[in-house]
């Protein structure tokens, strides 16, 4: 909520495009994360009559839910990006945008490495496409930054030009998490090496 709060300001001084699509993407991980957490705490309820088996696919449906979060800010972004290619406008106070991209990296790589943590002892799939989109946030991010650091040289175009490239890496991401999530709801078949693995310890 810091950092929606911190770019809104930021995007509302600068004007940048690749500032709007790191704010866009910050709003989308916030409702991702909500997502998530909710479907963690439902994951963890014991089986009953109706869920024999658990409720542990609810991290899946979450992370596919994530995925079409994704892929949603993805098209808002490039409308915006196009937009302004097609009616160009200068960007304003960019050491604020600048200042304010940094401050999102720093606590981006911080979150990171907790839910790594987290990753790690838990195995959780929901967590590990939230770790994977917070992951895009860091290029995202720095794809931002370089946008603003090229428009202060006299290059206003790299502005949009980036704000479409962030858009189609979120795009990818969405679609990474999306296979994911529908490989493991449709109970798809581990590797061979994995199932070896299985065997021998049995």
């Given at each position: 909520c810091l950092l929606i709060l911190a770019k809104l300001v930021a995007w509302l001084l600068t004007g940048s495009v690749s500032v709007?699509?790191?704010?866009?993407d910050s709003t989308m991980?916030?409702?991702?994360?909500?997502?998530?957490?909710?479907?963690?705490r439902w994951s963890l309820q014991?089986?009953?009559?109706e869920h024999r088996f658990g409720h542990g696919k609810a991290e899946a449906?979450?992370?596919l839910g994530q995925a079409t979060f994704i892929a949603g800010s993805a098209g808002f972004l490039a409308l915006q990006a196009f937009d302004r290619l097609l009616h160009p406008r200068a960007v304003a106070e960019i050491g604020v945008g600048m200042g304010?991209?940094?401050?999102?990296?720093?606590?981006?790589?911080?979150?990171?490495?907790?839910?790594?943590y987290v990753i790690r002892r838990t195995g959780s799939q929901a967590i590990r496409a939230d770790?994977?989109?917070?992951?895009?946030?860091?290029?995202?991010?720095?794809?931002?930054?370089?946008?603003?650091?090229?428009?202060?040289?006299?290059?206003?175009?790299?502005?949009?030009l980036f704000g479409l490239a962030i858009g189609a890496f979120i795009l990818y991401s969405a679609a990474h998490i999306a296979r994911e999530a529908v490989q493991l709801l449709m109970d798809h078949e581990l590797p061979e090496d994995d199932r070896a693995r299985i065997i021998a310890l049995m």
């Open positions: 709007l699509a790191s704010l866009v991980d916030a409702g991702a994360s909500l997502i998530n957490l909710l479907a963690v014991p089986p009953d009559e449906l979450a992370a304010v991209i940094g401050f999102a990296i720093v606590l981006t790589l911080g979150l990171l490495a907790i839910q790594h770790a994977l989109h917070y992951a895009t946030d860091l290029a995202t991010n720095a794809a931002a930054l370089i946008a603003l650091v090229l428009t202060g040289f006299g290059w206003p175009g790299s502005d949009p």
